[in-house]
C-alpha cells in the first residue's frame, strides 16, 4: 500500500469545467473528463477523481487511458467507494493505481486492500506506522477477495 501526502503528491486538479491546457498528471472529475476525452492526448498521464455516488462501468472504455483513479470516502461509514473499488479491479479489470481519499481511518486500510486500493490519503490525524500495522495483522481471509478471489474452502487440496 503507498500512502500519499498531499504536500507531495504529483498529480493535482484542474479547474474550471473545462480544463484550459491538457497537462501530465492531472487529475479530473468526471465532468471535466467527459469535456475533453476526444482531445486528451494519448501520451499525458491521467488521472480521475470520482465521486462514489458515479457510475464506473460507465468508464470501462476509458480505462486504459487512465493512470489514476481517486474513489471519494466522504465519510467514513460510507462504503460505496469498496464497492467502486472491486468493479474496477475484479470486474474491469483496471491495472493504474488505484486511490481511496476523504475520510479515511486506519481501521479501513485491510478492507481498503481486499477490495483493489493500492494507495491511500489518509485524513488528518491519522497515523501512517498504525495504518502499516494494520496491514499486517490479518493475513489471510475466509472469503474471497481481489487478491485471491477463491474462498478459503475452495483453496483447500
Known amino acids: 500500500m503507498q500512502f500519499i501526502q498531499a504536500s507531495q503528491d504529483r498529480w ?33 498521464p491521467v488521472g480521475l477523481a470520482l465521486a462514489n455516488t458515479d457510475e464506473v462501468e460507465d468508464l470501462a472504455a ?14 467514513w461509514t460510507d462504503g460505496r467507494a469498496y464497492s467502486q473499488a472491486r468493479v474496477l479491479r475484479a470486474r474491469l479489470r ?8 476523504g475520510d479515511v481511518l486506519v481501521d479501513m486500510l485491510p478492507l481498503l486492500s481486499r ?23 490479518v493475513t489471510d481471509h475466509y472469503q474471497g ?13
Open 145 to 157: 477477495d481481489v487478491h485471491q478471489p477463491r474462498p478459503q474452502f475452495a483453496r483447500v487440496a
Open 115 to 137: 477490495t483493489g486500493f493500492d494507495a491511500v490519503q489518509l485524513r488528518a490525524g491519522e497515523n501512517e506506522a498504525s495504518a502499516r500495522r494494520a496491514l499486517t495483522l
Open 62 to 75: 476509458d480505462l486504459p487511458r487512465l493512470a489514476l483513479i481517486a474513489l471519494h470516502f466522504p465519510k
Open 12 to 44: 493535482h486538479r484542474l479547474e474550471g469545467d473545462v480544463p484550459a491546457q491538457p497537462t501530465a498528471h492531472a487529475l479530473l472529475t468526471l465532468p471535466q473528463w467527459q469535456a475533453v476525452r476526444g482531445t486528451w492526448p494519448a501520451d499525458l
Open 94 to 101: 483496471f491495472a493504474g493505481e488505484l486511490r481511496a481519499t
